[in-house]
């Protein structure tokens, strides 16, 4: 069982940046890929981000490629998204998400992660 608590969400101006994090439970966390997506007002979920459990390989989706950055401390039990040039196409609620297995690393569909947080919102006025 993995249980994920993100934060870091707010305001800010369109150009800024903010870093969520994502907290995880449990003694396994270094081995789950991890994987943020988005969901804005409207629309379908959206793939950000994902790292792997190995050798913490990164990959984006093209909305946010060059601008965001994921990355994740396992001691802490904790991976991160700092997201720098923000846009207001940005606004959005923000999910970590890990797959149903260690050591598996999912695609860009949500359905291949099972276990999610609350979200977090994150809004750039335009």
């Known amino acids: 069982q993995v249980q994920l608590v993100e934060s870091g969400g707010g305001l800010v101006e369109a150009g800024g940046s903010l870093r969520l994090s994502c907290a995880a439970s449990?003694?396994?966390?270094?081995?789950?890929?991890m994987g943020w997506f988005r969901q804005a007002p409207g629309k379908e979920r959206e793939f950000v981000s994902k790292?792997?459990?190995?050798?913490?390989?990164?990959y984006y989706g093209d909305s946010v490629k060059g601008r965001f950055t994921m990355s994740r401390d396992n001691a802490l039990n904790t991976v991160y998204l700092q997201m720098n040039s923000l846009k207001p196409e940005d606004t959005a609620v923000y999910y970590c998400?890990?797959?149903?297995?260690?050591?598996?690393?999912?695609?860009?569909?949500?359905?291949?992660?099972?276990?999610w947080g609350q979200g977090t919102q994150v809004t750039v006025p335009s």
């Open positions: 790292i792997s459990w190995s050798d913490g390989s990164t």
């Open positions: 998400a890990a797959p149903p297995a260690r050591w598996y690393l999912p695609g860009q569909e949500s359905g291949e992660y099972f276990y």
């Open positions: 449990g003694r396994t966390f270094s081995s789950y890929a």
